[in-house]
């Protein structure tokens, strides 16, 4: 089945640690995403890129690290400079072809600074 | 910079009642999408509705369709003959074929009564 997977589902990290959230798709997509849901916040923006080797700052930006070195995958590293890290963190993927324009998700990583 | 807004954090609607849920945007772009996502408690992004701004016919699928008024840069939800599996967080969204960023609004949660 074609879909988006993000893994683990839960992370518990002691302050001071870098951590890495993986999300890897097989739907083909160009372009991925990462998201962070706070409670009436929505979804907000952290980084995105629309091809291998390239990604953009979002609106969250400060604090985190991704990497694209393979379509498939987009990992993204919550550094010990992220201040208030515990969240629920969200993948996706879009196809950047023109009149197909819906993001899927995975099913987000919950992850906890203890 | 593109805005997307949800000015109604909680709604609630009786079963097989009839509800809408209100969004507005801001953008300067001729060429855009909307959205409603539902997510419900296990936290995966449902799509449940998609809007191409060229088109002038609302979006209908099943039981959900929208109110696309173009010129007021409104995109409202209606769920008619309302389900208790309707329960959930509704997220309008917005992206457009200059950057594919996809732009959340706060989110509604939407309680359905017996």
């Known amino acids: 089945d074609g879909g988006i997977t993000q893994s683990p589902k839960y992370l518990f990290r002691k302050e001071g640690q870098n951590v890495t959230l993986s999300c890897e798709q097989n739907?083909?997509?160009?372009?991925m995403y990462w998201y962070r849901q706070d409670p009436g916040q929505g979804l907000r923006l952290i980084y995105y890129?629309?091809?291998?080797?390239?990604?953009q700052k979002g609106d969250i930006a400060e604090g985190y690290s991704v990497s694209r070195e393979k379509k498939e995958s987009f990992p993204l590293t919550v550094t010990s400079a992220q201040k208030n890290p515990t969240a629920f963190y969200l993948c996706?993927?879009?196809?950047?072809?023109?009149?197909?324009?819906?993001?899927?998700f995975g099913q987000g990583t919950r992850l906890t600074v203890v | 910079a593109q805005t997307v807004t949800q000015s109604q954090p909680e709604m609630s609607v009786q079963e097989a009642e009839t509800v809408t849920l209100s969004c507005t945007y801001d953008?300067?772009?001729?060429?855009?999408?909307l959205f409603w996502y539902k997510q419900p408690p296990s936290r995966q992004m449902i799509l449940v509705i998609r809007?191409?701004?060229?088109?002038?016919q609302n979006a209908t699928e099943n039981r959900f369709s929208v109110n696309f008024q173009k010129a007021a840069k409104s995109f409202s939800l209606k769920i008619s003959d309302s389900q208790l599996g309707d329960a959930a967080m509704y997220f309008c969204?917005?992206?457009?074929?200059?950057?594919?960023?996809?732009?959340f609004g706060t989110g509604t949660r939407l309680k359905v009564l017996a």
């Open positions: 953008t300067s772009e001729s060429d855009y999408y």
């Open positions: 809007q191409e701004a060229y088109k002038q």
């Open positions: 739907l083909n997509h160009d372009a």
């Open positions: 890129s629309q091809i291998v080797n390239d990604f």
């Open positions: 969204a917005y992206t457009d074929s200059g950057t594919y960023k996809y732009i």
């Open positions: 996706a993927s879009s196809t950047t072809r023109l009149g197909t324009a819906e993001a899927f």
